[in-house]
């Protein structure tokens, strides 16, 4: 079987205004390893099928398999990056890179060359010791890549997270981005609404529409990336 199948999922939320449809349809597999983002326009079903993938939603009907096991809510071995960073003030770049571990209650001292490594590859290392107020946007959110990384996660769901940037640092992040995964490969899934974003950084491009909100384009980029 497939590393991750989304099996005719359906995600339809009750509200007081009727039902929504977030999702009507979606069924694909994704292979190990690749990196693999959904584009399309606001409100066309990003986000709630990531939710689903990554276990904080459950699907209305179909289902969500990781070697082929049911995905329950929320996948601890799965790492998270929203469009804002949520860095925790008070601590350093380094402890919120391991607040993951901290939060375990697993060794951060054992974790320390992994974080040092990951900020050396992101171009943080020398901010190791500064808090997230004294950074530039971009590069919050290249903490919070590195501390979604930070306990080797089967895969990593990225949210928009460069969106709230201008549009040069959005250019820098992708090329940080590209650079990283060259040494990680890992499993990802990106959400943006910008094609180019999507065509640059991935290995297979998921384009959704809204109405109805499916997957309507599936795209296998070649590398090395054009
Ligand atoms: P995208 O990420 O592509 O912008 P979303 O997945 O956030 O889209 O939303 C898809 C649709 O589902 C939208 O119409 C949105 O308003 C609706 N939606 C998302 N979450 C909820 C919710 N918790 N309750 C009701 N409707 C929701
Ligand atoms: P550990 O703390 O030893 O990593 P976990 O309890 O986190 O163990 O996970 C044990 C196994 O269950 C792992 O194979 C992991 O991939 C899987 N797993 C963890 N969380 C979930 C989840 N929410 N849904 C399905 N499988 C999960």
Redesign the pocket.
Known sequence: GSYLSVQSVRKIYQTRNGDVHAVEHADFDIDEGDFVTLVGPSGCGKSTLMSMIG?LDTPSTGNIL?NG?V???????FGYVFQDATLLPWKTVMENVLFPIHTQKRDVKQYLPEAERLLKLTGLYDFRDKRPAELSGGMRQRVAICRGLINDP?LLMMDEPFSALDAITRDDMNLALARLWDEVRKTAIFITHSIREAVFLSDRVLVMTARPSQIICDIRVPYPRP
Not at 71 to 77: G, K, L, T, Y
């Open positions: 276990g990781l096991k995905i329950e809510a929320p996948h601890r071995d089967q």
